[in-house]
């Protein structure tokens, strides 16, 4: 996967504005958190780049970002949890999830029902 790393706040602004253009996937991962790293590794070898080409991914390193973990959940009115899956259409949160329930069939879903309207 071709991550886009999230390490500002001032990203997220962006990243609402963007998403009326396209969808956009944020990643929340914690480094200190196996079930964290089992979820990123399910994702990445499950991403197919080519049916998710229109969609921007982003990951972020909550242990280093917490601040930004935190303007995420208040900006988008969704729990903090880790890991995270958001999906950004619009400027909203449109869809979550966390830990085990974190699988790409369900984000392809989503995505392809943003795209096919």
Not at 34 to 63: C, P, Q
Not at 89 to 98: F, L, P, Q
Not at 106 to 112: H, L, M, N, Q
């Amino acid at each position: 996967m071709n991550w886009n790393h999230l390490t500002a706040k001032d990203q997220i602004d962006q990243i609402k504005l963007s998403s009326a253009d396209k969808p956009v996937m944020l990643f929340k991962h914690s480094t200190r958190c196996s079930v964290s790293g089992m979820a990123e590794n399910r994702l990445e070898r499950a991403w197919n780049a080519k049916e998710m080409a229109s969609m921007d991914i982003y990951h972020l390193d909550l242990i280093k970002h917490r601040d930004i973990s935190d303007y995420i959940a208040v900006t988008f009115d969704v729990p903090h949890e880790s890991p995270q899956v958001l999906i950004i259409s619009d400027g909203k949160c449109i869809y979550h999830n966390s830990h085990m329930g974190i699988a790409y069939h369900e984000i392809k879903r989503v995505f392809e029902s943003l795209t096919t309207v």
